[in-house]
């Protein structure tokens, strides 16, 4: 009896051990479409992994996270009909992933130091003030909760004489208040790409896209016993 005894404890472990593993490729879904043609894919489990940006009709496939990354998908409302300029943020809400030429290249976009809403205060809202982000007319938008908009600057490609930049746009975001209230304190007050910017979000009209990302974080994982 025992050497029976033992081929059922060896059997019911291997059981246990095929239930609870997980499997080797990891899925891929769509977790955000700009247009039918254009939209982000996720690659990995439990809605964390690797993000591509593809472009069907330009023929454009851009990872711009590998899975090991762990990126996490923005969950509040997400609008984005502006095509040259494409602006991906994440879970927190405290950085941005760029492409200024449709999707070809890819770059890196922050916060400015400075440049929260409050003076001395934060530079970026947190994830819990955030209300929604919006990217329109080449020009990305967070609104807060509270009313507050953190912004890129104007779209510009020749470089200002003064400030000496060029081709520099699109890459820092500050609020609305820190270069253009009453009392703005920044030295994104002197520069013209920050200029005559309204204290709004642009309207957006006629747009087809989803207003959210979705993700399902049971794709590819075994049934629950």
């Known amino acids: 009896m025992k050497p029976f005894k033992k081929v059922l404890i060896v059997l019911g472990i291997s059981l246990i051990s095929g239930c609870h593993s997980a499997p080797k490729t990891p899925p891929t879904q769509v ?129 200002d004489p003064e400030s000496g930049q060029g081709g520099k746009w699109g890459k820092e975001y500050a609020s609305w208040n820190s270069f253009a209230g009453p009392e703005s304190w920044t030295i994104d007050a002197n520069r013209k790409n920050f200029q005559n910017i309204p204290n709004k979000i642009p309207e957006v009209k006629n747009y087809t896209g989803w207003d959210k990302m979705r993700c399902d974080p049971d794709l590819g994982l075994p049934p629950s016993s």
């Open 31 to 159: 977790v955000y479409r700009f247009y039918d043609h254009r939209y982000l894919e996720l690659t990995g489990f439990n809605c964390q992994g690797g993000l591509r940006y593809i472009d069907t009709k330009l023929k454009i496939r851009y990872q711009i996270y590998d899975v090991s990354d762990g990126y996490r998908i923005f969950t509040k409302k997400f609008i984005h009909p502006s095509e040259r300029y494409i602006a991906i943020t994440s879970f927190e809400g405290d950085g941005f992933s760029i492409s200024k030429d449709y999707g070809r290249t890819w770059d890196g976009a922050s916060f400015s130091p400075g440049g929260g809403a409050v003076r001395y205060a934060d530079d970026q809202p947190h994830r819990d003030e955030i209300e929604s982000f919006t990217v329109v007319n080449d020009q990305g938008f967070m609104l807060t909760k509270t009313g507050d908009i953190y912004m890129s600057s104007k779209p510009f490609d020749a470089v």
